[in-house]
């Protein structure tokens, strides 16, 4: 399996900064076939279902702020999230569908400062 | 609008066995991949597995660690996705969505619990 890796596993932030959440995995995520990064990132809010807020390691899925950023490539992933706001407080979870079985990172808790 | 609603979880003994659904509406069933995915409290998700569309012949793929004892199944004339779980353990205790997507997951049921304990 394709292990997934997350940092920090939580972050205290203020609002109105910027924050970076990286997401490692154990071997490329890049598709030479399609010259695309098979990496996704969630957004859960307590009590609710996860959200797609990125699929092919920077497209922004549709309604998606655009403060939400992702980059990387290979084996390294960031998402970054740009000026927080208190909506944004939440786990972040990115997901590896490069090979079956698609597998998670173990989350990022953003809370606030 | 998309709407996918789980049902069927609840408490069951080890080694017992459930049976959960997910109805689906606002689309075209037959044309989407649907996955189940779980997530234990306080866990990050695990994708237990797959039923392709109707083009790729309703084949399905599951995660190794439920290989065996779980089975993903369709209703494509109900619009309804399953879930049969035996055999289980505490450890499959969770939450178990249905979601919709290949490889990433644009829409999520809002979950049931399943409970595994004495």
């Known amino acids: 399996d394709i292990v997934m890796t997350q940092s920090p596993s939580s972050l205290a932030v203020s609002a109105g900064e910027t924050v970076t959440i990286n997401c490692k995995s154990s071997?490329?995520?890049?598709?030479?076939?399609?010259?695309?990064?098979?990496l996704a990132w969630y957004q859960q809010k307590p009590g609710q279902s996860p959200k797609l807020l990125i699929y092919?390691?920077?497209t922004r899925e549709s309604g998606v702020p655009d403060r939400f950023i992702g980059s990387g490539s290979g084996t390294d992933f960031t998402l970054t999230i740009s000026s927080v706001q208190a909506e944004d407080l939440a786990n972040y979870y990115c997901?590896?569908?490069?090979?079956?079985?698609?597998?998670f990172g173990g989350g990022t808790k953003l809370e606030l400062k | 609008e998309v709407k996918l609603l789980e049902s069927g979880g609840g408490l069951v003994q080890p080694g017992g066995s459930l049976r959960l659904s997910c109805a689906a509406s606002?689309?075209?069933?037959?044309?989407?991949?649907m996955s189940w995915i779980r997530q234990p409290p306080g866990k990050a998700p695990e994708w237990l597995g797959v039923?392709?569309?109707?083009?790729?012949?309703?084949?399905?793929e599951y995660n190794p660690s439920v290989k065996g004892r779980f089975t993903i199944s369709r209703d494509n004339t109900q619009n309804i996705l399953y879930l049969q779980m035996n055999t289980l353990r505490a450890e499959d205790t969770a939450i178990y969505y249905c979601?919709?997507?290949?490889?990433?997951?644009?829409?999520w049921g809002q979950g049931t619990l399943v409970t595994v304990s004495s």
């Open positions: 979601a919709r997507g290949t490889q990433w997951f644009a829409y």
């Open positions: 606002g689309f075209t069933f037959t044309d989407f991949y």
């Open positions: 039923i392709r569309n109707k083009a790729n012949g309703y084949t399905t």
């Open positions: 071997q490329s995520l890049f598709g030479s076939v399609r010259q695309k990064n098979y």
């Open positions: 092919l390691a920077s």
């Open positions: 997901q590896q569908y490069y090979d079956t079985p698609w597998t």
